[in-house]
């Protein structure tokens, strides 16, 4: 009988979450559109183009469920995907459901990513990390850090 209960209880927080087949993000629809729960939209990295961009969803079957378990679980499967193209998963945007998380407003995500080349990610930290080093060489002609202040952090910066 104990086993039996347990089987409920599980099949019921469980057993009704929602995903999406990763489809490309300009042929599908938000699943946010037709919901009475809008959600929040994030802006993450809009540098890289739409174009290309994949779309995935995830839904927990209950009010109990955090957002960032839905975030890891939905982040995996894009990755997975990517990983099969050899390439590096780029979040884009994403959409998350709002609480309070009652009355079918389950926690919700949806992800908006790229699939990058890696040589393109590592390009672009290189640029990051020289714009940091000019930000920082300017701090030191403004005065604002020391010559020692300088070097140890053009070191830990130029080390990444």
């Known amino acids: 009988m104990k086993k039996l209960f347990i089987v409920i209880i599980v099949t ?8 999406s087949a990763i489809q490309k993000a300009s042929l599908s629809k938000s699943e946010f559109d037709d919901a009475t729960f809008d959600g929040e939209t994030s802006i993450v990295n809009d540098e890289i183009s739409d174009k290309d961009a994949y779309r995935i969803f995830h839904q927990a079957a209950s009010g109990f ?6 975030r890891s679980s ?9 990983e099969k193209k050899d390439k590096i998963m780029q979040t884009l945007r994403e ?28 390009s ?12 920082l ?13 300088f070097k140890t952090e053009k070191t830990k910066l130029l080390s990444k």
Not at 106 to 113: A, G, H, K, Y
């Open 137 to 149: 060489k300017s701090l030191l002609d403004d005065g604002a850090i020391t010559s020692k202040e």
């Open 12 to 19: 019921l927080l469980g057993g009704c979450s929602i995903t």
């Open 74 to 82: 939905a982040e995996k499967r894009a990755n997975k995907f990517c």
């Open 124 to 135: 672009s930290k290189k640029i990051d990390k020289y714009e940091q080093l000019r930000k």
């Open 65 to 70: 469920v955090s957002i960032q378990s839905i």
């Open 95 to 122: 959409r998350t459901s709002t609480p309070p998380h009652i009355l079918g407003n389950f926690p919700r995500i949806e992800i908006i990513f790229a699939c990058t080349e890696s040589a393109k990610l590592s």
